[in-house]
C-alpha cells in the first residue's frame, strides 16, 4: 500500500497497559511460566461490542505472549441460558479472528464444583441454611450497618452433609434452602457477608439437561472454573473488583492445587494445575453514547420487535456489526485505540465509527451507485454508443487494480448533483454549467425535462469530446466531479441506509420516566432502490465498498445476490458531527 494502513496487529510495539505489565512482571519474576487466560460470556444473550473488548484482551493478550485462552460458557443460571447464543457465540468469537484452545462450560465442572462444596463444609466453611430469600434479605445488613449471623449458620457438619446432599437429589422445592460460604457477617464487604454458593432449582440445564436441581452461584462456579482450567490471569469488569476477595476466598479455601482428586470426575478434561492460583484483574467497561448496551435491554428491543432480531444491523450486537459492514480489523483497531485502563467512561461512538472508517478506507475498493437516481441523456452520444472504461479499484493502491465499468448515452445521477437555482458555492451541475463526469469526461448541462408536476424526470446534456480519457481536453480544470452508473447497464439494488438507532447521546437516562426505547432514532433505517454498477451487484455477500461520494457499504450477510444486489450503509464518508 501506498498510504499508511491502518494497524492490524502490536507484532512490533510492546504495548504498556498495566495488564500486559502484570503478565510481563509474572513472567519475569517465573511466578508464571505460561500465560492461559479465558473468556467466559453467560449465554444468554448475544455478543455487543463490549464483549468484543474483552475477547480482544483474553485472547489478544495470551497469543501476544504465547499463551493460551479458553472459551468458557459461564451457563450457571439454566433459566436464562440457551444453545442458540452459545452457537452465536462461537461464531463470534471467530469472526473477530480468534481461536480457542478448549471450549469448555461452567456445567463441565458441576460435579468438581459439588466436590469441593462438600470440601467446603467438611472444612466448617460452608453451611446449609434455611433463611428464605427476604429473610437473606434483611439479616445483610447495609453498606453502613453489618448483617446478623443465619440462624442455622451453626448446624454440625454432618447435618449439612445430609442436608446438601439431598438439596441435590431434589429432595427440596426451589427457594427451601441454600448452601451458604461461612465467612463474616461484619465484612465491610457485603459480598463476604455468607454469600450464597449453591441454589435449589428444578429447570432443565441447557448442557445438563436434568442431571442437577442444584447449580452454583456465579461467583463460586466462576473462580472455581479459573482455578481448574488452570487460568493465570483472569480478567474482567471493574464492577467484579468488590467480587474479588470471594473469588481468591474460593480458590484458596477449595486449594485444588493440593486436592487433584477433586478433579476425578473430569477425566482428560483437568489440566495439570500450575502451583500458582488464578489471579483476576479488572478492567473497565466499554461504554458508548447513542448506544444501549446490557443484554437485557438489547433483549428487550428484539422480543418487543422494535429491531428486526439480534442481528439487525442497527444493533451493537457483534451480529448486528457485522452485517452492518463491521470488520474484524476495525473492531481489533477500535480496541487498540481505546487501550486499557481502570476508568470507567463513556466514549464517542464517532471512535467507533471511526475505526471503521479507517479501515476501509485503506482496503475497500471503490465503486459507482446511485441512491436517489435522476435520468441522464448525452444527445451527442449516439443510442447504441458502449464504452468499457478502466477505473482504479483504489486511488490511493495501485495494487487493488482497475475494472472494466460500462459508459453509454443514458446514465443515472444523483439527484443532488443538480440544481436548478444552485446555492452559493455549488461546484455540481446546473444549467448551463459543467461538471466532470468520474473518469468519463466533462458534460455540460443543457436542459432539464419537467413532468406535469413540475419534477425534473431527466436532464439533456453535451459530452465534450475533447474530455474524453486519453484525449487532448481530458485534463481540463473544471469545479465538480460527480459519479454515475450506465442506465443500460447498472442493476437495481436495494440501499438501506442506516443511521443511529437512539437520537439522544445518552438514551439510557431515566428522565422524567422516560425509557431508551423513548429516544428510537425513526430515520435510524430507510430502504431505498438505486443503481449500482455491474461489478458491485457482483459482490460476495459480506463484501465491503466505498461507493464513491456517498459512504461505505456492505453486501448484505443474508439478503443480497448479484441478480438482487442488497447494500447496507455501514458508515458515512465523514463524520457528520463535523458538518
Ligand atoms: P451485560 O452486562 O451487557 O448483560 P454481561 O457482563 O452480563 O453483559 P457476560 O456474558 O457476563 O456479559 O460477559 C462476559 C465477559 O465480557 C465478562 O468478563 C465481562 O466482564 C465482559 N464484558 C461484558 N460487558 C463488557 C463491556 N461493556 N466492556 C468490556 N467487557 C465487557
Ligand atoms: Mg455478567
Not at 17 to 26: A, H, K, L, P
Not at 27 to 36: C, E, M, V
Not at 346 to 367: F, K, N, Q, V
Not at 511 to 539: C, F, M, Q, W
Request: aromatic share 8%.
Amino acid at each position: 500500500m501506498s498510504h499508511p494502513a491502518a494497524p492490524e496487529t502490536d507484532a512490533d510495539s510492546e504495548r504498556k497497559d498495566f495488564i500486559r505489565q502484570i503478565v510481563r512482571d509474572d513472567l519475569a519474576s517465573g511466578r508464571h511460566t505460561a500465560i492461559r487466560t479465558r473468556f467466559p460470556p453467560e449465554p444468554n444473550g448475544y455478543l455487543h461490542i463490549g464483549h468484543a473488548k474483552a475477547i480482544c484482551l483474553s485472547f489478544g493478550i495470551a497469543a501476544e505472549f504465547d499463551g493460551w485462552c479458553n472459551l468458557r460458557l459461564d451457563d450457571t443460571n439454566p433459566a436464562r441460558e440457551d444453545p442458540e447464543y452459545v452457537e452465536a457465540i462461537k461464531d463470534d468469537v471467530r469472526w473477530l479472528g480468534f481461536n480457542w484452545h478448549s471450549l469448555r462450560h461452567a456445567s463441565d465442572y458441576f460435579e468438581v464444583l459439588y466436590r469441593a462444596a462438600e470440601k467446603l463444609i467438611e472444612q466448617g466453611d460452608a453451611f446449609v441454611c434455611d433463611l428464605t430469600a427476604e429473610q437473606v434479605r434483611e439479616y445483610r445488613g447495609t453498606l453502613t450497618e453489618p448483617g446478623r449471623d443465619s440462624p442455622w449458620r451453626n448446624r454440625s457438619v454432618a447435618e449439612n452433609l445430609d442436608l446438601f446432599r439431598r438439596m441435590r437429589a431434589g429432595e427440596f422445592p426451589d427457594g427451601a434452602c441454600t448452601l451458604r460460604a461461612k465467612i463474616d457477617m461484619s465484612s465491610g464487604n457485603i459480598n463476604l457477608r455468607d454469600p450464597a454458593l449453591y441454589r435449589i432449582k428444578h429447570v432443565e440445564h441447557q448442557n445438563t439437561g436434568n442431571a442437577w436441581c442444584i447449580y452454583p452461584m456465579y461467583d463460586y462456579a466462576h473462580a472455581l472454573s479459573d482455578a481448574i482450567e488452570g487460568i493465570t490471569h483472569s480478567l474482567c469488569t471493574l464492577e467484579f473488583e468488590d467480587h474479588r476477595p470471594l473469588y481468591d476466598w474460593c480458590v484458596d479455601k477449595v486449594d485444588l492445587a493440593h486436592c487433584p482428586q477433586l478433579l476425578q470426575s473430569l477425566g482428560a478434561k483437568g489440566y495439570p494445575l500450575e502451583a500458582g492460583k488464578p489471579r483476576q484483574i479488572e478492567f473497565s467497561r466499554l461504554n458508548f453514547n447513542y448506544l444501549v448496551m446490557s443484554k437485557r435491554k438489547l433483549m428487550a428491543l428484539v422480543q418487543e420487535g422494535l429491531v428486526a432480531g439480534w442481528d439487525d444491523p442497527r444493533m451493537p450486537t457483534l451480529q448486528g456489526l457485522r452485517r452492518r459492514g463491521y470488520t474484524p480489523a476495525s473492531l481489533r483497531l477500535l480496541v487498540e485505540r481505546i487501550g486499557v485502563s481502570k476508568q470507567n467512561s463513556l466514549l464517542d461512538i464517532s471512535i467507533l465509527e471511526g475505526a471503521l472508517r479507517d479501515d476501509l478506507d485503506a482496503r475497500a475498493p471503490r465503486r459507482m451507485a446511485v441512491i436517489d437516481p435522476l435520468k441522464l441523456v448525452l444527445t451527442n452520444v449516439p443510442e447504441d454508443f458502449t464504452q468499457m472504461l478502466t477505473l482504479a479499484n483504489h486511488p490511493k493502491d495501485e495494487s487493488a487494480g482497475v475494472r472494466q465499468a460500462p459508459f453509454s448515452r443514458e446514465l443515472w445521477i444523483e439527484r443532488e448533483d443538480f440544481a436548478e437555482t444552485p446555492p452559493k458555492g455549488f461546484k455540481r451541475l446546473t444549467l448551463g454549467g459543467e461538471v466532470r463526469l468520474r473518469g468519463a469526461g466533462i458534460i455540460r448541462c443543457d436542459e432539464a425535462v419537467k413532468n406535469a408536476a413540475g419534477e425534473i424526470i431527466e436532464l439533456r446534456c453535451t459530452l465534450d469530446m475533447q474530455s474524453r480519457p486519453g484525449m487532448e481536453g481530458a485534463n481540463r480544470k473544471i469545479k465538480g466531479t460527480i459519479h454515475w452508473v450506465s442506465a443500460r447497464h447498472a442493476v437495481s439494488a436495494q440501499i438501506r441506509l442506516y443511521d443511529r438507532l437512539f437520537t439522544v447521546p445518552d438514551p439510557d437516562n431515566d428522565e422524567g420516566g422516560k425509557s431508551y426505547k423513548d429516544y428510537l432514532n425513526p430515520e435510524s433505517r430507510r430502504i431505498v432502490t438505486g443503481y449500482v454498477e455491474p461489478h458491485a451487484a457482483a459482490a460476495q455477500p459480506e463484501q465491503s465498498f466505498q461507493f464513491e461520494r456517498i459512504g461505505y457499504f456492505v453486501a448484505d450477510r443474508c439478503d443480497h445476490a448479484p441478480d438482487a444486489p442488497v447494500f447496507n450503509r455501514s458508515v458515512s464518508l465523514r463524520d457528520a458531527a463535523g458538518k
